[in-house]
């Protein structure tokens, strides 16, 4: 199904990459977007895992480097009966992470540094098995290219600045709707581009949480950790993310400033309705405490892998 939903994405990128040529240069630029999105989808299916690591300037560690994380991931991935996914570390306060790769076998899980130090080993765990599910249900494809494209979307826009404007393009051939065309293009590109990242993200948020806390064994510990990524997030800057909005929808966090609405304009769902939908998942797998399945819980005896981290 995944797999159909990105075939389709790619589509109606692809489509809206040219419409947007065609109203910037007319027929001539229709052929030439077309050829771009033809080299954007080729690039985005086998590269973007690494352009979007490169935009964040995420480093891979391993269990030298990184032991708490690498080891939490480690135990994670098997729990789930996943590949471990590569381990990336970004260098930025403000507490986040995503997931990323076209499939579970060339997976990636990168975590910043500022979730490292505000995240207690279960929250951590919590946050870890999100990502985690995100790569289960081949998510990650999908966001991932959503990132690349609406990027590159976002910028055919604003070449419209230097591009469009003229009655006719550089065959001589009219240029439909000229300077308005121009106007439509640097309006229209980019909010295509942002409704397509939103509709995948709200859904698939409360998915992968769900299967999440299923991961970790306590979705307390996921919800927790949202309660402290989300108070911290808006408060702590991202520049990377700011210069590259294409991207947010790949957090778990927003890492943007602006409207926490839980609506159609919003790239996560609300936080305190992520967390009402852990909580009662708590409840109904019989979990009223934080503590149950901790990892310095001694008397514990479902999960007592977690003792060996």
Not at 59 to 87: E, G
Not at 118 to 138: F, K, M, P, T
Not at 270 to 283: H, K, S
Request: hydrophobic share 45%; aromatic share 8%; net charge neutral.
């Amino acid at each position: 199904m995944n797999t159909m939903r990105t075939a389709v994405l790619l589509a109606i990128m692809t489509a809206v990459f040219m419409a947007v040529g065609y109203l910037i240069a007319g027929r001539s630029g229709l052929v030439v977007a077309f050829l771009i999105a033809l080299f954007t989808n080729f690039y985005s299916y086998w590269n973007s895992d690494k352009l979007v690591l490169h935009i964040y300037g995420a480093q891979q560690v391993d269990d030298l480097t990184a032991p708490r994380l690498y080891r939490i991931v480690s135990r994670l991935a098997r729990d789930a009966q996943l590949p471990r996914p590569r381990v990336f570390i970004i260098d930025n306060d403000q507490p986040n992470a995503f997931a990323t790769g076209r499939n579970p076998q060339n997976a990636a899980v990168a975590a910043t540094t500022g979730l490292l130090n505000q995240l207690s080993d279960e929250e951590l765990s919590g946050v870890i098995a999100h990502e985690l599910s995100h790569v289960q249900h081949r998510d990650t494809l999908t966001m991932t290219i959503t990132a690349t494209l609406a990027g590159a979307i976002a910028m055919l826009g604003n070449f419209a600045l230097f591009f469009g404007g003229n009655d006719r393009d550089n065959n001589g051939n009219a240029n439909p709707l000229g300077a308005i065309g121009v106007i439509i293009a640097m309006v229209v590109a980019p909010l295509a581009a942002m409704i397509v990242q939103m509709a995948i993200s709200r859904s698939r948020e409360y998915d992968a949480d769900r299967r999440g806390g299923e991961i970790c064994g306590n979705p307390l510990w996921l919800a927790s950790a949202l309660k402290k990524i989300a108070a911290n997030a808006d408060k702590i800057a991202n520049e990377a993310a700011e210069q590259h909005p294409a991207t947010a929808h790949m957090f778990i966090i927003n890492p943007l400033t602006g409207s926490k609405m839980d609506n159609l304009f919003s790239t996560h769902p609300d936080t305190v309705n992520r967390i009402a939908a852990l909580t009662a998942q708590a409840q109904k797998m019989g979990i009223t405490d934080f503590a149950e399945n901790s990892f310095t819980d001694t008397k514990n005896t479902t999960r007592p892998h977690w003792l060996n981290l």
